[in-house]
């Protein structure tokens, strides 16, 4: 299982840190989860297993520090499409890539909604990426009235194949990114809402043949109100591959009972 924080626009640096430090106790003490790392070798490390942690962009350095030679793995929640230039409060992939970070979050929902973010967009990030040597974490998921509509499926393949086949086509042939699917239906992040296991059951079965008609295999995790008390169900369910958790990823204990129940 693949159990990755998303700390969005939280915590102070000495609060960060703390957080970082129990990260790295927790993974210390959980053998079967730590395996996605390995000390040194965090570049070309498997992704079927491990704690990877996006955390704002200010406390990539602070990451490198407490987490180098740990099994947890680190990114940015963000990067821009570009290499370079006027970008005024941006970031680039090959900045992230500086502060020995492996992944970058690429299409939350929060950064559609907030920052208009299309999929083209989201595809030229995963590029950039790519190019700087990082792995990206592709966030997809339909919205309430999708899911009311019963459009859920169709918006998420939608997302899937427009954004993966774009960044198929300006991948480099010898690219040795890894690639892995979170899907987060936007009604269930933040929210205590969670899908049920048959939502996710369903939806995790769609994404994976849609990857699988595009040649690809990614774990896909799940996202949206992942807690202590829901995390053994949702990871017990086909497919499910581990979790994106925002919210309980900023509260140590919380966050290693969910790990625990992974493990
Ligand atoms: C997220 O931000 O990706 C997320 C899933 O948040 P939460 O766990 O708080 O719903």
Sequence with gaps: MIIAANWKMNLSRRNAGDLLK????????????????????????????GLIAFVPACYLPLAEDILSLTSVQFGAQDCHAEA??????????????????????CGHS???????????VIAGKMTQAAQSGLNALLCVGESHEDRL?????????????????IWQSSRADNSTQLLVIA??????IGTGLVASLEQI?????????????????????????V???????????????????????????GFSQIVEAAS
Aim: charged content about 20%; glycine content about 10%.
């Design 22 to 49: 129990s990260y790295r106790d927790i993974a210390a003490t959980k053998a079967n989860i730590s395996d996605g790392g390995g000390e040194g070798d965090k570049k070309v490390s498997g992704v079927s297993s």
């Design 84 to 105: 370079k230039g006027a970008f005024t409060g941006d970031v680039s992939a090959s900045m992230i890539a500086d502060f020995s970070a492996c992944w970058v979050l």
């Design 110 to 120: 929060e950064r559609r909604q907030y920052h208009a973010e299309t999929d083209d």
């Design 149 to 165: 509509s019963n459009q859920s499926i169709d918006v998420v393949t939608r997302q899937l194949m427009s954004t993966l086949q």
């Design 183 to 188: 899907y987060e239906p936007i009604w269930a």
């Design 201 to 225: 059951s369903e939806m995790h079965a769609a994404i994976k043949a849609c990857l699988a008609g595009l040649g690809i295999a990614a774990p896909v995790l799940y996202g949206g109100s």
């Design 227 to 253: 807690k202590p008390d829901n995390a053994a169900d949702i990871f017990a369910v086909a497919d499910v591959d581990g979790a994106l958790v925002g919210g309980a990823s900023l509260n140590a204990e």
